[in-house]
């Protein structure tokens, strides 16, 4: 499985995106889908997962409220619509298929600024 992110990019405090991640290969059902991100100097940090299978989601507390993941089976794209950005939301957002508890797959980051 090859994940590809993207649709990052610069915007104002207050604002909109929607990031992207598109899975070459199959994805099957026992897979969780997550959003993670990784600002300058710090860890990465888990943002939103949802389930392939049955659409179930999760959220950090940081985000909840402002953030929606989604999926598009047929599409095998998962997005995450970040509403109402902060500038501690810049960070590169990568996209990852869980398996197992373990994370075999990733993709390659976008990056996101929220200026202030």
């Known amino acids: 499985v090859q994940l590809q992110a993207y649709g990052g990019g610069l915007v104002q405090a207050g604002g909109s995106l929607r990031l992207s991640c598109v899975a070459s290969?199959?994805?099957?059902?026992?897979?969780?889908m997550a959003w993670f991100r990784q600002a300058p100097g710090k860890e990465r940090e888990y943002v939103a997962t949802i389930s392939w299978s049955s659409g179930l989601t999760s959220y950090a507390e940081s985000v909840k409220g402002r953030f929606t993941i989604s999926r598009d089976n047929a599409k095998n794209t998962v997005y995450l619509q970040m509403n109402s950005l902060k500038p501690e939301d810049t960070a590169v957002y990568y996209c990852?298929?869980?398996?197992?508890?373990?994370?075999?797959?990733w993709g390659q980051g976008t990056q996101v600024t929220v200026s202030s």
């Open positions: 290969g199959r994805i099957f059902d026992a897979y969780v």
């Open positions: 990852g298929a869980r398996l197992g508890g373990q994370y075999p797959y």
